[in-house]
């Protein structure tokens, strides 16, 4: 019966139970080895990474949030700098410029992506005085025009950052990855991301090569030869543990991004059937008052590290409070845009100042999208979702 079934936004174990020999093998033999800290491990998967990345060097280091500090370090931002980024992302974005004394500027989303728009950069890098970069993040998996991005980040003279969190393995415009040809790409493997070890990890890619063994040494106290330091770094090493955990799992990365856009047309294809349409239609026009993402196009592709509707505010919490209690998982990313966070407040923004972000916080809502759902899984929060929202059209037209 349809009621009994449950949907958690993300299932871990179903995903472990389809590679456990492999995972189990990988980690006792690091636990034969004894070699817990960087090693052949870590190399091999830095190799690999660059290689599935299309760039020249990857590596690695202790999370996202680590990947997105050092690579600051290494473009030698200092306190007061200032960084263009969206508000409308996960905080380790803004935080990790904040934790090095440098200036998140913040600039407001397309709200059919959801991703930074590339004219408010272009404003907001106007205002600067001490612009150092811009970086942009890859919302949710899709990532942001590369080509137009790169073209704005040459003539403003300043290196391309991205935060590439969430989109291993997503391709842009020209079909190249996400982390291949920014100035540096942060990657993180939190458990959740589509690529995720088994505790924090993330990596970082370059093609510069003088940029890569900075990092390599800013990740390891800034030090080479071992003892001997020129610069202050940081102790941010990946595990060897991770490192041979995520190797297993890179090999599933392609059927896993495979599975999770098949999911997504599915939702999309139920959705559509119940009226709804994409989110390049505002949520003001008359229709079903439910907008699902806006698929990639061209050569780009989508790997739905998130799959994100979005419906009007008064209904989403309720939306949400309906699915936990029909015991289906959801999530808000992100419910308080960066720029109104309370320890930003020094920052000096306003309510209203970026209404794109703003309302994104208020009206969208992250689905199950991870592989091994199942159709009846999704049929079920397909139904869910938009029985409710039916119901809540016919109270507000009567
Ligand atoms: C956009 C974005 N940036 C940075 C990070 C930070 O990564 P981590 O959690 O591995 O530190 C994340 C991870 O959640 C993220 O989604």
Request: net charge negative; charged share 20%; hydrophobic share 40%.
């Amino acid at each position: 019966m349809a009621s009994q079934i449950t949907v958690p936004l993300l299932d871990l174990k179903a995903q472990y139970a389809t590679i456990k020999n492999e995972v189990d093998d990988a980690v006792a033999a690091v636990l034969e080895s004894q070699w817990f800290i960087m090693g052949p491990e870590v190399k091999s998967l830095e190799e690999e990474i660059a290689q599935y990345c299309h760039a020249k060097f990857a590596i690695g280091c202790a999370s996202g949030s680590d990947a997105l500090l050092l690579a600051f370090m290494a473009i030698d931002i200092k306190p007061g700098d200032e960084i263009i980024c969206p508000a409308y992302t996960f905080f380790a974005t803004g935080g990790s410029i904040a934790r090095l004394g440098a200036v998140p500027v913040y600039a407001d989303i397309d709200p059919v992506t959801y991703n930074m728009d590339l004219n408010c950069v272009r404003q907001a890098a106007a205002k600067c005085k001490r612009l150092k970069a811009i970086m942009p993040v890859h919302l949710f998996g899709q990532t942001v025009d590369m080509t137009a991005y790169l073209k704005l980040a040459y003539e403003l003279g300043v290196p391309l950052i991205e935060d590439a969190a969430q989109a291993i393995g997503a391709c842009d415009e020209t079909g190249k990855p996400a982390g291949s040809r920014g100035n540096i790409g942060c990657f993180s493997f939190f458990p959740s991301k589509n690529l995720g070890a088994c505790g924090d990890a993330g990596i970082i890619t370059t093609n510069d090569e003088e940029l890569a063994e900075k990092l390599a040494k800013l990740r390891q106290h800034g030090s080479k030869p071992k003892y001997y330091h020129k610069m202050v770094g940081i102790n941010s090493r990946l595990d060897a543990m991770q490192a041979a955990i995520l190797r297993v799992k890179l090999r599933h990365l392609p059927d896993w991004h495979k599975a999770r856009a098949e999911n997504a047309a599915r939702y999309d294809k139920m959705f559509t059937d119940a009226g709804a349409k994409t989110s390049a239609t505002p949520l003001t026009d008359d229709g079903f008052p439910l907008k699902t993402p806006q698929p990639a196009s061209g050569s780009a592709t989508h790997i739905y590290n998130q799959y994100v509707i979005r419906v009007p505010s008064e209904i989403r919490d309720d939306l949400r409070a309906q699915l936990t209690e029909k015991k289906i998982g959801s999530e808000i990313y992100y419910p308080v845009s960066l720029h109104l966070q309370e320890c930003f407040a020094y920052l000096g923004y306003s309510q209203g100042d970026l209404p794109n972000s703003e309302a994104a916080a208020n009206e969208t809502l992250a689905l199950p999208i991870y592989p091994e759902l199942t159709i009846e899984q999704q049929e079920y929060v397909a139904s869910t979702v938009t029985t409710f929202i039916n119901e809540k059209a016919c109270v507000a037209k009567a």
